[in-house]
């Protein structure tokens, strides 16, 4: 299981993710170009010092992600590519996630391009009420990296248990 940020435009939902990925064992993907630098305060100071521990791929550009994708195969931990959408057509409760599923999620202030859309293996949705437009896409991840780690069986053994 990997979780890609396409484009990611704030620092601190960019580090609290990479924590996120870092803390659950999961891989971060980031889909360059970003709207600030890696090297920024805000990034830093939300990854804290989960950011060595975290296991993270740049990548300069969606084409060359396309490239490294489809290169690294499931065998690698790159299987389908599972969009987290308000354009989604199915609620990430009723999709049946695998263990190589790379959940991609896009820009806080533009979410991803048709392209981008065109090319993912499922468009998924969070329900929610009418008349709202979407939640920040941190806690997005989060909830729908919770669910295919469930799903999958793959969530880290705490110790002692």
């Known amino acids: 299981m990997r979780l ?10 960019a580090g ?11 891989g971060i993907d980031i889909i360059e170009p970003c709207g600030f630098l890696l090297s920024d305060r805000n990034f830093r ?7 060595k521990s975290a296991d993270i791929r740049r990548h300069e550009s969606w084409a060359r992600f396309q490239d490294d994708f489809r290169r690294e195969g499931p065998e690698n931990g790159y299987g ?11 609620a990430y409760t009723a999709f049946n996630f695998a263990p190589t599923d790379t959940l991609l999620v896009g820009r806080e202030s533009a979410g991803v391009s048709q392209q981008v ?4 293996d499922a468009r998924l949705v969070i329900p929610m009420l009418a008349g709202l437009r979407s939640l920040n896409v941190a806690q997005s991840a989060a ?12 969530f880290p053994k705490p110790e002692g248990m």
Not at 4 to 13: F, K, R, T, V
Not at 45 to 51: E, F, S, T, V, W
Not at 143 to 154: F, K
Request: aromatic share 4%; hydrophobic share 40%; with cysteine.
């Open 4 to 13: 890609a940020l396409y484009e990611p435009d704030i620092p601190q939902n």
């Open 16 to 26: 609290s993710l990479m924590r996120l990925g870092a803390c659950l064992g999961v």
């Open 45 to 51: 100071r939300a990854g804290m010092d989960y950011l």
């Open 80 to 90: 389908r590519l599972v969009l987290l959408t308000t354009r989604g057509d199915m």
């Open 117 to 120: 859309h065109d090319c993912a």
């Open 143 to 154: 909830m729908v990296l919770g669910e295919a780690l469930r799903q999958t069986g793959q």
